[in-house]
């Protein structure tokens, strides 16, 4: 019997059941963090899920190195427009930067994450 750890949902890597992306596992395995420290960052995964996801990650390491680049490329092109925006019309962005903030407090009081 074979478990899946690992679901493609709407173009990015999650662990089944779970709101986690393989990237956070991943850069956090990366970063030196043992699988116990994984689970101690997401207590929403068991230590299993977090092998399985490794196990995941190493037997298709080729195509999740790609994947995560391409999105670390994605991240840097974000980051010039955000820059861009902030130089040439910073009315703009204080309004969207305050309107993040506004979003992102209630989140915070109830301990959840603020959706993007």
């Known amino acids: 019997m074979s478990k899946e750890y690992v679901s493609k949902t709407n173009g990015g890597y999650r662990l089944t059941g779970t709101r986690v992306s393989l990237d956070s596992v991943v850069y956090a395995w990366h ?3 043992s699988p116990e420290s994984i689970v101690d960052d ?3 995964l068991t230590l299993e899920q977090v ?3 490794l196990a995941f ?3 298709r390491q080729d195509e999740i190195d ?3 680049r ?3 490329a994605e991240y840097e092109v974000l980051q010039k427009h955000i820059e861009q925006l902030r130089a040439t019309k910073p009315q703009l962005y204080e309004k969207l930067m305050a309107h993040k903030q506004r979003r992102a407090e209630p989140a915070i009081r109830s301990g959840s994450q603020p959706r993007n």
């Open 31 to 33: 970063n030196g963090l």
């Open 42 to 44: 997401f207590p929403v």
């Open 51 to 53: 092998h399985g996801a």
């Open 57 to 59: 990650y190493l037997a």
């Open 66 to 68: 790609e994947y995560l």
């Open 70 to 72: 391409l999105g670390e």
